[in-house]
């Protein structure tokens, strides 16, 4: 009785493990694709502290649902609020470098985000460098089979440390 029991649970638990072995293949990938979009946001990032905000605007979404928290403070809703934020920091941080480090991703169906330990240094605009360690959220909207920013958060939080300030 036991084994006639298993062959006819048989077909239906080998079409389970295919389709569990199948779902990480799908979510890896689109994780990878949040992690090299996250990884580009840092680099449009840098490109920005260098004066060229052309990259960080080819990675954000131009929606009105977008929204920047900074750890400089403040919040931006909507691309143009976004944008002018990030014209800001250019102009108080004319300089420096942020990379992310212990970047984890996650996502489901066509959104993501990935949360990631900023770190770096800004030169102010009076001169010095300030140096920074701080917590931050990222997250994505696949908007025409491309990965885009919806919003950004980063803040001192836990990390021992203050972010840059206005």
């Not at 240094?121 to 994505?140: C, D, H, K, W, Y």
């Not at 696949?142 to 001192?156: F, L, N, V, Y």
Request: with cysteine; aromatic share 6%; proline share 5%.
């Amino acid at each position: 009785m036991t084994i006639i029991a298993l062959l006819c649970l048989a077909p239906a638990l080998a079409q389970n493990a295919r389709a569990q072995s199948q779902a990480p293949k799908a979510s890896a990938a689109a994780e990878d694709r949040v992690r090299s979009a996250t990884m580009l946001f840092y680099d449009a990032f840098n490109s920005a502290l260098r004066g060229d905000l052309d990259p960080l605007s080819a990675v954000w979404s131009h929606r009105p649902d977008v929204s920047n928290l900074s750890a400089a403070g403040g919040r931006a809703a909507g691309w143009n609020e976004v944008h002018a934020d990030f014209q800001n920091m250019v102009r108080l941080y004319p300089g420096g470098r942020i990379a992310p480090r212990d970047i984890i991703v996650i996502t489901d169906g066509d959104m993501g985000y990935s949360v990631c330990t900023e770190t770096g240094q800004l030169r102010s605009a009076e001169g010095p460098m300030v140096s920074f360690n701080q917590r931050a959220t990222n997250i994505f909207r696949r908007e025409d089979g491309k990965w885009k920013m919806i919003h950004h958060h980063a803040d001192a939080g836990s990390t021992g440390s203050q972010g840059p300030t206005r």
